[in-house]
C-alpha cells in the first residue's frame, strides 16, 4: 500500500512539474520607504534568522550581504535559477547575495523526493523557508508572484525591487 501511495504522489509530483514555469513580465516595482512586508521595512534591518539550504548547511543574512533575493513561487523561483546558471557558482558570495526560496507550502513528500533533488543540482546556496509562519513575515502578498530583491547596507534594508523579468531581475542584482 505505502509502494501505491508513493508512487502516486510521485506520479502527481511529475505532472505538477511539467505546469508552465512562464513567468508574466509586469512592470518593476520598485518601494523606498515604508513597510513591504511585515518583517521588511525600508530603514529598519532585514533579520532572516537562520535558513537551511538545499544541502542542510545553516546561513544567514549578515552585515555584508548586500541584496537578498526572495521568491515565493515555482516559476519565479525557475527564473532565479535560470539566471544564476549563467553566471558562475561563486557569484552569490562575490555579490554579496543571498537566495532565499519559499517552499512552505509545498508536500513534504514533493520536498523532499522531487524539489530537492532538483535544488541540489545548484552549486550555490538556496536557502528555504520551511515554515508557513516564517513565510508570512517575508511575502507582499500583493507582489508575491515577483521576485523580490532587497537591497541592503550593513543588513538595513535600502530599497525593494519586485520584478517579473529576466533583464529587471539582472539590473536588480548588478
Known amino acids: 500500500m505505502k509502494i501505491k501511495l508513493l508512487a502516486a504522489l510521485f506520479a502527481s509530483a511529475l505532472l505538477m ?13 520598485e518601494v523606498k520607504e515604508g513597510r513591504v512586508a511585515p518583517a521588511i521595512e525600508v530603514g ?12 542542510g548547511k545553516e546561513g544567514s543574512v549578515t552585515p555584508d550581504t548586500e541584496k537578498v533575493i526572495i521568491v515565493f513561487g515555482k516559476a519565479t523561483g525557475h527564473l532565479v535559477k535560470e539566471y544564476l546558471n549563467t553566471k558562475p557558482n561563486d557569484f552569490l558570495a562575490k555579490e554579496h547575495v543571498v537566495f532565499i526560496a519559499d517552499v512552505s507550502g509545498m508536500p513534504s513528500m514533493i520536498l523532499k523526493y522531487v524539489a530537492l533533488p532538483d ?6 546556496p538556496i536557502y528555504l523557508i520551511l515554515d508557513e509562519k516564517i513565510s508570512e513575515k517575508f511575502r507582499n502578498e500583493k507582489y508575491k508572484d515577483y521576485i523580490m530583491v532587497v537591497d541592503l547596507d550593513h ?3 535600502e530599497k525593494v525591487d519586485f520584478v517579473t523579468s529576466d533583464k529587471d531581475l539582472e539590473n536588480a542584482i548588478d
Open 119 to 124: 535544488l541540489q543540482k545548484h552549486k550555490y
Open 17 to 29: 512539474s511539467g505546469c508552465n514555469n512562464k513567468v508574466e513580465e509586469k512592470p518593476l516595482i
Open 44 to 55: 529598519k534591518p532585514f533579520e532572516s534568522g537562520t535558513l537551511k539550504d538545499q544541502f
Open 155 to 157: 543588513a538595513i534594508v
